[in-house]
């Protein structure tokens, strides 16, 4: 199993082969756990979201089109998916203001350290680091914050198109960058 | 009904879909965009790309994987096949349900009369884990709306396979957890309808994906385990078997 490629892993899964599905956990498990945790700010929230996405890549293995993009990045935007519903759902209402609060405490809630934390490849950092400031904000208050970009657009005092278009081209720049440092997405 | 956006406007929220940063309608009307524009779907997967590089890596929590070992059963499940043998042949095809059950017990004493039809099927049947064309056709049939969907169970419930048939008789089997077969025996495909059981082909030892054809009007399928080349009347009950469902 160790040799084989998503694609195929993905397959022996729809054969019903818990070593399969074994061996994405192995693969993926870390990042979707790290990603969720991020974005929940709450461990036992996370783990619950990396539950629900490896059982629901058991259950329905064909939801993910290998033509579409990775298993790696399907997973995370499963997994993000689900932590987002999370913070945004009523019952987690209390939570997502103390962790707002606490976002806001932290002025320098910066994208650079995060990643740092998250031991993510130089190349990545560096890609980051190139973004202009307002495009990294928007970036990291949506991705790992959780925020619509309207939200974001009222966090930071912007228009709302203006978020908007930063999201959408810092995401770009950050592409072009990782592609010029020979590093794909995956 | 959310009027329709267009594709411009579409393209300005590609960033903050990729990162669930839109609001529930902005989704839908994202989602109902993408299937008819290549060039927005093939951006939020770059976009999707991009943010999973974001995201990390860490160590996969060992905990969670014991949950989820716990949820989906205590390992893949294995079949011991003489046993299974030695049960089956007590209770030949009676366990099979209703309509399909008829069909399949008249098998049992008839070498039927499709012979001829059933030789052709000898052959064996497109099979595909490397055949990327075969393993979308799949794919696209069993989420398609008019496909009529089997599920073939053992009479332990142990074994599963999953299959379409598209109206024009086009099948395929896209999931199952049967085993390998030792060296000199192969799996076959069975359609169960009125008469005796017809051939729809052989399978080989190890199935995977594959695509077949019957007759549309099928009541069922089943799936022996044979010598290798196939029977033309099935020499033994049906490892796994199941009714059309209605769609």
Not at chain 1, 16 to 21: A, E, N, P, S, V
Not at chain 2, 171 to 185: C, I, K, T, V
Request: overall charge negative; glycine content about 10%.
């Amino acid at each position: 199993m160790e040799d084989v490629g998503d694609a195929a892993l993905v397959l022996a899964v729809a054969r019903y082969r818990t070593d399969g599905l074994a061996e994405v956990y192995r693969r993926h498990g870390g990042a979707v756990y790290a990603l969720a945790r991020r974005v929940t700010a709450d461990p036992a929230l996370a783990e619950e979201v990396v539950q629900e996405v490896f059982l629901a890549l058991w259950r329905d293995p064909d939801r993910f089109d290998p033509d579409r993009g990775s298993l790696r990045s399907w997973l995370l935007a499963q997994a993000h998916g689900k932590s987002v519903d999370m913070v945004r759902s009523e019952t987690s209402r209390k939570r997502r203001e103390e962790r707002e609060a606490r976002l806001r405490a932290e002025s320098g809630y910066d994208i650079e350290r995060e990643v740092v934390d998250l031991t993510v490849a130089e190349g990545v950092r560096e890609a980051v680091g190139t973004l202009r400031e307002e495009e990294r904000r928007a970036i990291e208050l949506a991705y790992f914050g959780g925020h619509t970009y309207r939200e974001v657009a009222r966090l930071l005092g912007e228009p709302e198109g203006t978020v908007k278009a930063r999201i959408r081209t810092g995401l770009r720049h950050v592409r072009v960058r990782l592609m010029g440092a020979g590093i794909n997405g995956a | 009904m959310a009027p329709e956006v267009r594709h411009d406007e579409i393209q300005e929220l590609l960033g903050a879909y990729a990162l669930d940063a839109v609001s529930p309608e902005e989704r839908t009307a994202v989602e109902a965009h993408l299937p008819d524009c290549p060039r927005c779907r093939s951006e939020v997967a770059e976009h999707l790309e991009t943010a999973a590089a974001l995201a990390g890596a860490g160590p996969a929590p060992e905990g969670v994987w014991d949950r989820i070992a716990a949820a989906i059963g205590d390992g893949a499940p294995t079949l011991d096949l003489d046993r299974a043998r030695r049960e089956r042949a007590r209770r030949p095809w009676g366990w099979v349900s209703s309509a399909v059950a008829a069909a399949a017990i008249a098998a049992a004493v008839s070498l039927g009369v499709a012979v001829n039809e059933t030789q052709q099927r000898l052959d064996e049947v497109e099979a595909g884990l490397q055949e990327p064309g075969l393993v979308r056709a799949a794919g696209e049939a069993s989420v398609d709306p008019d496909a009529r969907r089997i599920t073939m169970v053992s009479e332990d419930r142990v074994l599963r396979v999953e299959a379409v048939v598209l109206p024009d008789g086009t099948g395929y089997l896209f999931r199952d957890n049967l085993e390998a077969l030792p060296e000199g025996q192969t799996y076959q495909l069975w359609a169960l309808g009125e008469g005796d059981p017809i051939s729809a082909g052989v399978l080989g030892p190890n199935p995977g994906i594959s695509a077949f054809t019957v007759d549309p009007g099928i009541a069922g399928l089943a799936i022996t385990d044979e010598v290798a080349g196939g029977a033309v009347s099935p020499d033994l009950p049906p490892l796994v078997a199941g009714e059309v469902q209605n769609a």
